[in-house]
């Protein structure tokens, strides 16, 4: 860019000394003759009309040259630019434009796209170059996907070690409870209880390291994860009462009604998370029976102006509930109560639950009523 524009000041330069010689030449050309001494008056008079005559003469043919040759120098400079401006469109432009390109990929933009231009000396390197891009494009989105997939998978183990782990320590409490009770009416002998209560003992203490550890993992990937994969499908709504069913570990679970037959949205895996972070936080803070029941709502209004009808899930324990000034915040991602100062994780559950029942075109209540109580509104087939 630097050297076309030095070599137009510089052709500017010399167009305008090339100006400033035709135009000096223009006014110190002068028609002169001179006065012969041996005329009489009369030959002189006549002398002298010649000699206008030839001056006007040349004076306009002067005029006219001068023209001219004005014209083809303004010819000249325009077509010394017009050279100037092809050269730059054809060669010296697509060099700054591979310039700029390179720039960008350099910065990790590769969705900037190199103009092709077809008179161009460089069409072949463009087209090369712009398939680097694409290919480095592709590689990227690759490695995206490829890193997305990892933490997702970490995501859903995290959460999925989390029921094994559950009953785990609900069967040491339970077993802790025998013990006890064993000891009271002496059924074995003191140092076989011990012994089992000491190993108990043990294993509630890696069970629990284990679960710190999990919610280390679920932590880091929810963090840095974009977004969790959520596949919505058609099902029976059956499934959601066996969901329920296979919480045993999480205490009396009393479901109040049998589920309305139809059919529903959800994700399976999703849908199971939900309810198990649902019920798991009312068996952690509550310590009461858990009663499920089900219903249908009326048509509800949606955001896009269409209209759907919902299968109802209320969950609800019979705990001291949440404070009210607390009750907003509890989806908020890692916000933690005031009671759960004792109690191990993240914060992470009922933000989850949330996520999930939106993405699954759905949504949750929840509001204190007696204890602590969360409707789940599962999205019907129409």
Same mark, same amino acid.
């Given at each position: 860019?630097?050297?076309?524009?030095?070599?137009?000041?510089?052709?500017?330069?010399?167009?305008?000394?090339?100006?400033?010689?035709?135009?000096?030449?223009?006014?110190?050309?002068?028609?002169?003759?001179?006065?012969?001494?041996?005329?009489?008056?009369?030959?002189?008079?006549?002398?002298?009309?010649?000699?206008?005559?030839?001056?006007?003469?040349?004076?306009?043919?002067?005029?006219?040259?001068?023209?001219?040759?004005?014209?083809?120098?303004?010819?000249?400079?325009?077509?010394?630019?017009?050279?100037?401006?092809?050269?730059?469109?054809?060669?010296?432009?697509?060099?700054?434009?591979?310039?700029?390109?390179?720039?960008?990929?350099?910065?990790?933009?590769?969705?900037?796209?190199?103009?092709?231009?077809?008179?161009?000396?460089?069409?072949?390197?463009?087209?090369?170059?712009?398939?680097?891009?694409?290919?480095?494009?592709?590689?990227?989105?690759?490695?995206?996907?490829?890193?997305?997939?990892?933490?997702?998978?970490?995501?859903?183990?995290?959460?999925?070690?989390?029921?094994?782990?559950?009953?785990?320590?609900?069967?040491?409490?339970?077993?802790?409870?025998?013990?006890?009770?064993?000891?009271?009416?002496?059924?074995?002998?003191?140092?076989?209880?011990?012994?089992?209560?000491?190993?108990?003992?043990?294993?509630?203490?890696?069970?629990?390291?284990?679960?710190?550890?999990?919610?280390?993992?679920?932590?880091?990937?929810?963090?840095?994860?974009?977004?969790?994969?959520?596949?919505?499908?058609?099902?029976?709504?059956?499934?959601?009462?066996?969901?329920?069913?296979?919480?045993?570990?999480? /205490?009396?679970?009393?479901? !109040?009604?049998?589920?309305?037959?139809?059919?529903? +949205?959800?994700? #399976?895996?999703? =849908? &199971?998370?939900?309810?198990?972070?649902?019920?798991?936080?009312?068996?952690?803070?509550?310590?009461?029976?858990?009663?499920?029941?089900?219903?249908?709502?009326?048509?509800?209004?949606?955001?896009?102006?269409?209209?759907?009808?919902?299968?109802?899930?209320?969950?609800?324990?019979?705990?001291?509930?949440?404070?009210?000034?607390?009750?907003?915040?509890?989806?908020?991602?890692?916000?933690? /109560?005031?009671?759960?100062? !004792?109690?191990?994780?993240?914060?992470?559950?009922? +933000?989850?639950? #949330?996520?999930? =029942? &939106?993405?699954?075109?759905?949504?949750?209540?929840?509001?204190?009523?007696?204890?602590?109580?969360?409707?789940?509104?599962?999205?019907?087939?129409?």
């Amino acid at each position: 860019m630097k050297r076309i524009r030095n070599i137009a000041i510089m052709y500017t330069i010399l167009m305008m000394g090339v100006f400033c010689v035709i135009w000096k030449m223009h006014h110190g050309m002068r028609f002169t003759m001179a006065s012969p001494d041996t005329y009489t008056d009369e030959q002189l008079q006549i002398y002298k009309q010649i000699w206008n005559v030839m001056s006007v003469a040349m004076e306009q043919y002067q005029g006219r040259m001068f023209q001219y040759v004005l014209l083809l120098w303004v010819i000249m400079l325009l077509v010394g630019y017009l050279l100037l401006f092809c050269i730059w469109q054809s060669e010296i432009r697509p060099i700054l434009e591979l310039q700029r390109y390179a720039t960008e990929i350099a910065k990790g933009n590769l969705d900037v796209k190199l103009p092709m231009r077809k008179n161009s000396s460089f069409v072949a390197f463009t087209e090369s170059f712009d398939l680097m891009r694409e290919e480095l494009k592709a590689s990227r989105q690759r490695e995206m996907e490829a890193e997305n997939a990892k933490r997702q998978m970490a995501a859903e183990l995290s959460h999925d070690l989390k029921t094994p782990i559950a009953t785990i320590q609900a069967t040491c409490e339970l077993l802790q409870m025998q013990i006890l009770k064993a000891k009271k009416i002496q059924t074995y002998g003191v140092d076989e209880i011990s012994g089992l209560d000491e190993k108990i003992g043990c294993i509630t203490k890696k069970a629990a390291t284990i679960n710190e550890l999990v919610q280390s993992v679920l932590h880091a990937t929810i963090d840095d994860l974009e977004e969790i994969k959520v596949e919505v499908g058609e099902y029976g709504s059956p499934l959601i009462g066996d969901f329920f069913k296979d919480l045993k570990e999480y /205490g009396n679970i009393i479901l !109040e009604n049998a589920v309305p037959e139809c059919l529903i +949205y959800m994700d #399976k895996l999703r =849908m &199971e998370q939900v309810i198990d972070n649902v019920v798991g936080n009312s068996y952690k803070y509550a310590h009461t029976d858990i009663r499920v029941s089900f219903g249908e709502t009326e048509e509800i209004l949606m955001p896009d102006g269409k209209k759907s009808r919902f299968l109802r899930i209320t969950i609800k324990d019979s705990g001291p509930g949440v404070a009210p000034e607390e009750l907003p915040l509890l989806v908020e991602k890692y916000y933690r /109560g005031s009671n759960a100062k !004792e109690q191990n994780g993240y914060g992470l559950g009922m +933000y989850l639950v #949330k996520w999930y =029942m &939106e993405k699954q075109g759905g949504g949750m209540e929840y509001y204190n009523d007696d204890g602590f109580t969360v409707d789940l509104l599962v999205k019907k087939v129409s």
